[in-house]
Nanobody
């Protein structure tokens, strides 16, 4: 079992930066992929970025490429989403998620953290 708790969201202005954090507990993550997703009001859940715990290989959605970056701290069991040059369209609830590398489905999800970007 994996537990995920996000933090770091808030209300910011367009052009600002935020760093979201996700603390991971419950098991070792050597063969896991960590992901960030977001869901805007009235919209479906959207993939933002992912990272393989071993090796640190990252994938970032085209919609945020060049502005967002995913990283991890192995010692602290933390995953981060650095968000720069925020736009009102980035307003959403951001979720941390985890899946085994042997599957494509994210089995574990955090409760989400709200990020609101004003124009």
């Amino acid at each position: 079992q994996v537990q995920l708790v996000e933090s770091g969201g808030g209300l910011v202005q367009a052009g600002d930066s935020l760093r979201l954090s996700c603390v991971v507990s419950g098991r070792t993550l050597g063969d896991y992929v960590m992901g960030w997703f977001r869901q805007a009001p009235g919209e479906g859940r959207e993939f933002v970025a992912s990272l393989t715990w071993n090796g640190g290989s990252t994938t970032v959605a085209d919609s945020v490429k060049g502005r967002f970056a995913i990283s991890r701290d192995n010692a602290k069991n933390m995953v981060y989403l650095q968000m720069n040059s925020l736009e009102p369209e980035d307003t959403a609830v951001y979720y941390c998620a985890a899946r085994s590398r042997r599957t494509l489905k994210y089995a574990y999800w955090g409760q989400g953290t709200q990020t609101t970007v004003s124009s």
